[in-house]
């Protein structure tokens, strides 16, 4: 390989930050990495990532939520730009936020860095137009998803899939009685994981239905036993909404992986959460609900019937979707319920699961890493 790479990187949020510490992992085992900077959440930077910002400032909710900031992101974005192109990089990667990203990476290729765009927009879920925006933005798209590079080829865009990292870090079984051990849950009682999203926003508008429905569950089964996984920072916005009466309930720091090796059920918001939890083999139910003008300018958006990542790869409603005015705790509770009192359809689910785990397999370090050196010459 010669010198390692420099690389710029850009990861917004908890998932990109994932993927951008397993990018650099796999980069610096293979001796590829000389340096790394640009904006990175604390994975990253426990590898040595040079964060200039944190991800957490790229964090936005939605299209009112965007535009408030918009001056602000705006201002990052100029001043990252100016500063990356100081740095005579090998490669700028983009790792999802594409609303941020792809202006920059427009960029940062107009003034001949070789850019790279990790995680392809739900193109086939929502703005197709952005097709027009990734060509001029990304000389290659790395893809999660198998079905993503033909959609991208056909519109004259390099891209490879790569795999999912999730599918590579969840094991193929996960081991709930260790998981459980970890939280100090009895192995013979029911668990119920919580995960009502990891933003401010999304605690606001989704934890209280959630949390509605876990007092619900636990009124009719007073042994259920609780656990919600905390994102950083959001402890002391979550606790003001937990009902008095609600017991058996763990807030955790962060650990969701624990929480889902360890439930029997989960309710999770929409988004990448949703994907672990299939991948953890656990039946679930989603949730989300967004301000009524996000909803109506999503559903005008919308492509498909699905708005989850599991239905979304299984092509049907594998598991119940409750959303908006149906994200209600009388709702969610009734579809956790459902899945307690039927366990042939966990069964089949959980074998479903395990059919989209497989798909979304691949060397994920090794291919990432030949798209980037193939592009770089390196």
Known sequence: MGPGLRLGLVAGEASGDLIGSLLLQSLQQRGALSGAMGIGGPRMQALGFEAWWPSERLSVFGFTDALKRLPELLWIRRRLGTRLLRERLDAFVGIDAPDFNFGLERRLRQAGVKTVHYVCPSIWAWRPERVETIRRAADHVL???PFEPALLQAAGIAASFVGHPLAEVIPIEPDRAAARGRLGLAEERRV???????????????????????????NSDPGLQLVLPCAPGMSSRLQPLIPAGLANLQVLEGQAHDALAACDVAIVASGTATLEAALFKRPMVIAYRVSPANHRRM??????????????????FLVPECLQDACTPETLAREVQAWFDHPARVATTVTRFHEIHDALRADTAQRTHDAIAQLTRR
Not at 199 to 218: H, N, W
Not at 299 to 316: F, M, S, T, Y
């Open 143 to 145: 893809c999660l998803f």
């Open 192 to 218: 119920l994981a919580l995960l009502p999203g990891s933003r401010a926003s999304e605690i606001d508008l989704i934890a209280p239905a959630v949390l509605g429905a876990a007092q619900r569950l636990q």
């Open 299 to 316: 559903k005008k958006l919308q492509l498909q019937p699905w708005v989850g990542l599991p239905n979304v790869l299984a092509r049907e």
